[in-house]
Nanobody, 120 residues
Framework: QVQLVESGGGLVQAGGSARLSCAAS????????MGWFRQAPGKERELVAA????????YYADSVKGRFTISRDNAKNTVYLQMNSLKPEDTAVYYC?????????????WGQGTQVTVSS
C-alpha cells in the first residue's frame, strides 16, 4: 500500500506562483514514476506533469510547458510541482499520483487532491 499526501495550493493571483508537494509513504515510492493530474469542474482529467523514478524522463502537458516544473527528492519520498505564471484556467483540484498513465489517465495510487484557485 502507498499513501500520498499533498500539500500546498490555495488561492493565488494570476501571474503568481505556488508549489505543491506530495509525500509518499508505504511502498518505496522512489522506485516508481510519479505525476500530477488536475481536474476542473466540467472538464476532463488532465495529466499535467510526470517524472520517472530517476528523474531522467519528464513529461509536461502543452498547457503548462514553460510554466510548471516537476521534480522529486527520492531521499524524502517527495515529489514537487512548482507552478509559475499561473492563469485562471489553471484552477483545478490537483492530484498526486504514483505510476501515472498518460494514455488512460489512470494511476496506481492517488492522493486526496488539493485545490488550486487562480484569481484574475
Amino acid at each position: 500500500q502507498v499513501q500520498l499526501v499533498e500539500s500546498g495550493g490555495g488561492l493565488v493571483q494570476a501571474g503568481g506562483s505556488a508549489r505543491l508537494s506530495c509525500a509518499a509513504s508505504g511502498r518505496t515510492a522512489s522506485s516508481y514514476g510519479m505525476g500530477w493530474f488536475r481536474q476542473a469542474p466540467g472538464k476532463e482529467r488532465e495529466l499535467v506533469a510526470a517524472i520517472s523514478w530517476s528523474g531522467g524522463y519528464i513529461y509536461y502537458a502543452d498547457s503548462v510547458k514553460g510554466r510548471f516544473t516537476i521534480s522529486r527528492d527520492n531521499a524524502k519520498n517527495t515529489v514537487y510541482l512548482q507552478m509559475n505564471s499561473l492563469k485562471p484556467e489553471d484552477t483545478a483540484v490537483y492530484y498526486c499520483a504514483l505510476e501515472p498513465n498518460r494514455r488512460t489517465l489512470t494511476a496506481s495510487y492517488w492522493g486526496q487532491g488539493t485545490q488550486v484557485t487562480v484569481s484574475s
